[in-house]
């Protein structure tokens, strides 16, 4: 089975601190993602990775930054968090497929709340 | 950009009962999938749908595609407690390996 672990299910920073959230997967996947959800806007993608140190925007980047040192492993960076980025943050990983016909399997997801 | 508009948004069904909840797309869909969430929790892959006409059964649930790829339906029958939870049609981007979300359909089950 396919695993894909964050590294906390709930988290509360206070306005200014800087937030990290750890995703690892251990099914060699070459992609991984970062989505937050807010009812009633869905799933938004921040961040994705297709490689080791590749990153590529996606529809709300603002006031994130992510790192892939490692294949298995994608962290998403508060730089600074606000209160608008409480939310639950939900990380994927899926193979790179040239169709691009492939599932994504999703984290638990870590639920943050900033004060 | 390519929305994903599911319908309804929100279900409540006397346990037992069949629903059907629909995933439409303004564009052809080059592949569609189907998860459900539990509260508080991760997406739990479903089905996927490529084709045109094609359907898929897992236990009560069937999935649907439209023969122009841009409407799909997950059909539960005789729904239980258990089939509670908010189900999301996904989407591939026509760019490849990133999806598109709908907004979601929350379905509770009463006993």
């Known amino acids: 089975d396919v695993k894909v672990t964050q590294s906390s299910r709930y988290l509360v920073k206070r306005t200014g601190e800087k937030v990290f959230l750890e995703c690892v997967q251990d099914m060699d996947h070459e992609n991984m993602f970062w989505y937050r959800q807010d009812p009633g806007l869905g799933l938004r993608l921040i961040y994705f990775?297709?490689?080791?140190?590749?990153?590529e925007k996606g529809d709300i980047p603002e006031g994130y930054s992510v790192s892939r040192e490692k294949k298995e492993r994608f962290s998403l960076i508060l730089e600074s968090a606000s209160t608008n980025q409480t939310s639950m943050y939900l990380c994927?990983?899926?193979?790179?497929?040239?169709?691009?016909?492939?599932?994504?399997?999703f984290g638990p997801g870590t639920r943050l709340t900033v004060l | 950009s390519q929305e994903l508009e599911q319908s309804p948004q929100s279900l409540i069904v006397q346990e037992g009962k069949n629903l059907t909840i629909n995933c439409t797309s303004s564009k052809t869909l080059y592949g569609l999938y189907w998860y459900k969430q539990k509260y508080g929790e991760g997406l739990i892959f479903l089905m996927m749908l490529q084709k045109g006409g094609e359907e898929k059964s897992h236990e009560k649930i069937t999935a649907k595609l439209d023969e122009k790829k841009q409407q799909s339906s997950l059909h539960i029958t005789a729904s239980q407690p258990s089939h509670a939870g908010t189900y999301l049609c996904g989407a591939d981007k026509d760019t490849g390996n990133q999806f598109y979300f709908g907004t979601g359909t929350s379905l509770t089950v009463i006993p």
């Open positions: 990775s297709y490689d080791v140190k590749m990153k």
């Open positions: 994927a990983s899926s193979l790179r497929l040239a169709s691009g016909y492939n599932e994504q399997f």
